[in-house]
Every structure is written in structure tokens, then in C-alpha cells.
């Protein structure tokens, strides 16, 4: 599962996940926990006789669409409030639910706070700083409307700020802009462009680093009319790659079975994989 965007941003996700094809069947399914695009990739994953689905979700937040996700799959039977279908916000109850006969497995982390996120995070700096000692970095993250969400974004963010000051970074700043809601918004924008005309002031370069999949999202317009340097997304990077294959073999040792990509951990039951 991965949330979907323009062409290339969905380009991208392909392309990391098309290793894994030569090892295992693998569907792909865009959209905001979207029902009809997860039907279609179980339906296809059946149809190749599939009896066990890992269900890996491509989102930062490892709480993005989980409710909604563990309904939709029968996981749990209380549905989300509200919930999305497309591009449409429906009463929860009205979330169709998934037909398959599969063996579900959900996932339920996210890339935040992974150690893959991290070494992303400190490449992304290194591409854009001949010296670090001298270099501020700002991670912004998309963000969360509730204040205890967001700052759960901001916690798991730490361990990324942490890797960039092992490494050597001057300064480091983490925030969320919390894009979808207006007022959280607007203070946030105002904190971000404070931090990096202070760190401006104060350093030889400041780099913006985005804590999102793909792309710079809205920053530039945010940033507009001040000095810093614009790196990519975690997206692409092989270590992206890594992540998904990882979640994937977790996923199937958590249920007793083996994972035909990689090695079950000494903890981890090893059944054969169905």
C-alpha cells in the first residue's frame, strides 16, 4: 500500500518495489487505504494463488490509515469515523469491506524512526553540505492535525536528527507542517520560516530536507523569499528498497512463517511459507 501521486511519484514506488517481483507474488495499491485499488490488487494476488497476503504499508506514519486499513481487512470490525474513498471522505460504516479468502497479515509500522530513514536522512545532507560542521539541517515532515499524533511525528523523527549530528551536522531542527489543517498550519509555517532564517544568520548553509516519500511537497512556497538548500525525499534511495523487504519478512516470522526474502530472526518461528 502506498498513497499514490502524480506519474512519477508513482514511478518511484514501483521501481522500489520491483525487486521483490522475482521473489514473490506482489500487488500494488495506491490510494489512501482506497477499497476498490485494494480489492483489485487481492483479487490479482488470488488469482495467482496466493493463501497468505503481507500487508506493507508505504506511509511515513506507521498510525496513517491503519483504522481504516485493519477494517477494510477485516481485522477489526469497528470502523474509522470518518474514513477516505478516493479522493471522497465518507462515514466510516459506509467503507466497503475486502472479499478475499486470504490469510491476512497487517504491518503496522511506518518508515518514521526506522534506521533506514535515518542513513536516507544523513546521505540527503552529505549531497547537499561539502561541510558539515558548518551546515544546519530542517527535517519537515508532513504532519498531523491532533497535537498527541503530531508529536509522535516529531519523536520518531528524532532518531533521523540524531544520525545527522553523529555525523557531524551543526544543527538540526525537526517540525511538521501539518498541511491539511489551516490554523495548526499557519503557526507551524511561521515557526519553520523563523527556524531556518535563524539558522541562516548563523550558518553557512541551511538544508531542507523533506520527511516524505517523494518530492518537496509544498516547502518552497512555505520557504519562499529565504536562503537554504532543497534536498530530495526518501525517494530514491535502494535503502527505501531494504525497508520494504524488511517489513515484508517481519510481517510473515511474526506469523510463524518463513519469509522467501530474507532470514526469520533467532526468535522468530519458521514454518514453511504458504
Known amino acids: 500500500m502506498a498513497h499514490g501521486g502524480g506519474p512519477e511519484w508513482n514511478r518511484q514506488v514501483e521501481a522500489h518495489v520491483s525487486g521483490l517481483r522475482e521473489r514473490l507474488p506482489v500487488a500494488l495499491a495506491f490510494g489512501m487505504a482506497n477499497p476498490h485499488t485494494l480489492q483489485a490488487a487481492l483479487d490479482s494476488l488470488e ?10 504499508r508505504i506511509f511515513v506514519s506507521p498510525e496513517s490509515f491503519l483504522q481504516q486499513t485493519e477494517y477494510l481487512f ?29 490469510r491476512i497479515l497487517i504491518d503496522r509500522a511506518g518508515l518514521a524512526g526506522s534506521e533506514q530513514v535515518s542513513r536516507i536522512v544523513v546521505d540527503r545532507a552529505r549531497a547537499n553540505a561539502s561541510d558539515l560542521a558548518e551546515t544546519a539541517a ?30 557531524g551536522m551543526a544543527e ?18 511561521r515557526e519553520i520560516r523563523a527556524t531556518v532564517e535563524r539558522m541562516g544568520q548563523r550558518w553557512s548553509r541551511v538544508v531542507v530536507i523533506p520527511y516524505r516519500l517523494f518530492g518537496f511537497g509544498p516547502y518552497a512556497k512555505v520557504l519562499e523569499g529565504l536562503e537554504y538548500v ?10 527505501v528498497s531494504e525497508w ?3 517489513r515484508v519478512t517481519d510481517t ?23
Request: aromatic letters at 2%; glycine letters at 10%.
Open 252 to 274: 510473515l516470522c511474526s506469523a510463524g512463517l518463513a519469509s522467501p526474502i530474507g532470514p526469520c530472526g533467532p526468535r522468530r518461528a519458521r514454518n514453511r511459507f504458504k
Open 74 to 102: 477485516g481485522v477489526r470490525d469497528d470502523p474509522p469515523a470518518r474514513g477516505m474513498m478516493g479522493h471522497r471522505m465518507v462515514k466510516g460504516d459506509e467503507l466497503p469491506r475486502l472479499a478475499t479468502d486470504a
Open 47 to 56: 488469482q495467482r494463488g496466493v493463501g497468505t497476503v503481507a500487508v506493507v
Open 230 to 239: 532543497d534536498a530530495r525525499g526518501l525517494l530514491p534511495h535502494a535503502l
Open 172 to 189: 538540526v531542527s525537526v517540525a511538521a507542517l501539518r498541511e491539511d489543517w489551516s490554523g495548526p498550519r499557519e503557526r507551524a509555517e
Open 138 to 167: 530542517v527535517l519537515i515532515a508532513h504532519g498531523m492535525g491532533a497535537e498527541d499524533e503530531n508529536d509522535r511525528v516529531l519523536a520518531w523523527m528524532e532518531s533521523a536528527a540524531a544520525a545527522l549530528r553523529d555525523a
Open 244 to 246: 520494504i523487504a524488511a
